[in-house]
């Protein structure tokens, strides 16, 4: 997508679906999001949406970050607990060497 053809009121819009999509337990969008609009927000000349495509791409970049650190905080817990855990097995996927 080339924003560089889009109305500002649109990307305003656009950047708001982002943000809040990004809630539904999708960082994804939060990154899309702040790597899409960065530019729009802080190094474009001045315009009438700046200032609120400014604070999603801040509160996307936040959010990313903040489930970024909890996912890999996860992973390093289970991956040095998971014999230790009773249900650490069964969210594991183990294929055991010389069984076809």
């Given at each position: 997508m080339d924003l560089r053809k889009v109305k500002d009121d649109e990307k305003l819009t656009?950047?708001?679906r982002y943000y809040y999509g990004g809630f539904a337990?999708?960082?994804?969008?939060?990154?899309?999001?702040?790597v899409w609009f960065f530019g729009e927000a802080f190094r474009r000349a001045p315009f009438a949406e700046q200032k609120?495509?400014?604070?999603?791409?801040?509160?996307?970049?936040l959010g990313a970050v903040f489930w970024i650190?909890?996912?890999?905080?996860?992973?390093?817990?289970?991956?040095?607990n998971r014999a230790s855990l009773s249900w650490g097995d069964y969210m594991s996927f183990i294929i055991p060497t010389g069984i076809p």
């Open positions: 656009l950047c708001r337990l999708l960082p994804l969008l939060w990154i899309v999001n702040f609120q495509i400014r604070t999603y791409v801040v509160r996307s970049a650190i909890v996912l890999l905080a996860w992973n390093i817990y289970f991956q040095l």
